[in-house]
C-alpha cells in the first residue's frame, strides 16, 4: 500500500533564506509522486511531479523536488523564500493507476518572515 | 479558459439532512474526482467519474454518492449528514484518467458546516 509522510507539520522561514519541505514515501510500485500547494481559501495548484524520468524536478515559481529511491525521500525545495510562497504544501504518491488513486500528506504549512 | 468551479462555496445543514454538491470542470475536460478535506484527517479521495462512469471509489461510507452528466458536471450528496462530514469538499477535473499524465486542476471548495 501506498503511504505518504510529511516529516514537518509546520515550517518557518525568513524571506530570501532556503526553504526544505521534508516527504518520505513508501509504495509497493514505482511510483508517481506530486507536491501541491494550497493558499488559503484556493484550491489546490500542482507544484510539479515525478513520474519516473530525470529525479530531479523543476517545478513552477522557482520550487524543485529530487527523487531519492534509497531514501524513499522527495523532498522539496527553493533556494530564496518569497512572502508569496507562505502557504500549506502537500505530498501526494500515486500508484499510477486511476487518478483518483492519489494518497495525500497531512500537508506543511510553510511561514515566511520578512 | 474558466477554472473549475464548485457551487455553493458555503453551506449550513443539520444533522440527519441531505445535501447536492456541484462541480462544473475545466471545459473539455473529462474527468472529474472529489476530495474531502478536515483538520483530522487531511485531503482524502472520495470518487473520480469519468465519461459518466464512476471509475474508482476511496474508502468511505455509502452515504456519499456521485454522479456525471454528459457534459461532464459532477454532483456529490451526502444522505444523512453528521457532524463529522464537515468538511472543504474539493473537486478536481482533468482531460484524462491517469494522473502521470493529465494534471488535476482543483476548485476551490466547498465549505459545508454541519451543526
Known amino acids: 500500500a501506498q503511504s505518504v509522510t510529511q516529516l514537518d507539520s509546520h515550517v518557518s522561514v525568513s524571506e530570501g533564506t532556503p526553504v526544505l519541505l521534508r516527504c518520505n514515501y513508501s509504495?509497493?510500485?514505482?511510483?508517481?509522486l506530486f507536491w501541491y500547494v494550497q493558499h488559503p481559501n484556493k484550491g489546490l495548484q500542482l507544484l510539479l511531479k515525478?513520474?519516473?524520468?530525470?529525479?530531479l524536478v523543476k517545478g513552477i515559481n522557482g520550487f524543485e523536488a529530487e527523487f531519492k529511491k534509497s531514501e524513499t525521500s522527495f523532498h522539496l525545495t527553493k533556494p530564496s523564500a518569497h512572502m508569496s510562497d507562505a502557504a500549506e504544501y502537500f505530498c501526494?504518491?500515486?500508484?499510477?493507476?486511476?487518478?483518483?488513486?492519489?494518497?495525500f500528506g497531512k500537508g506543511t504549512k510553510l511561514s515566511v518572515k520578512p | 479558459k474558466a477554472g473549475v468551479t464548485q457551487t455553493p462555496r458555503y453551506l449550513i445543514k443539520t444533522r440527519g439532512q441531505q445535501v447536492t454538491l456541484s462541480c462544473s470542470p475545466i471545459?473539455?475536460?473529462?474527468?472529474v474526482s472529489w476530495y474531502q478535506q478536515t483538520p483530522g484527517q487531511g485531503l482524502q479521495f472520495l470518487f473520480e467519474y469519468f465519461s459518466e462512469t464512476q471509475r474508482n471509489k476511496g474508502n468511505f461510507p455509502g452515504r456519499f454518492s456521485g454522479r456525471q452528466f454528459s457534459n461532464s458536471r459532477s454532483e456529490m450528496n451526502v444522505s444523512t449528514l453528521e457532524l463529522g462530514d464537515s468538511a472543504l469538499y474539493l473537486c478536481?477535473?482533468?482531460?484524462?484518467?491517469?494522473?502521470?499524465?493529465?494534471?488535476?486542476?482543483f476548485g476551490p471548495g466547498t465549505r459545508l458546516t454541519v451543526t
Open positions: 501526494v504518491v500515486s500508484d499510477g493507476g486511476s487518478q483518483g488513486n492519489l494518497i
Open positions: 471545459s473539455g475536460h473529462r474527468s
Open positions: 478536481a477535473s482533468s482531460l484524462g484518467l491517469a494522473p502521470t499524465s493529465y494534471e488535476q486542476y
Open positions: 509504495s509497493s510500485y514505482s511510483p508517481s
Open positions: 515525478y513520474t519516473s524520468a530525470a529525479t
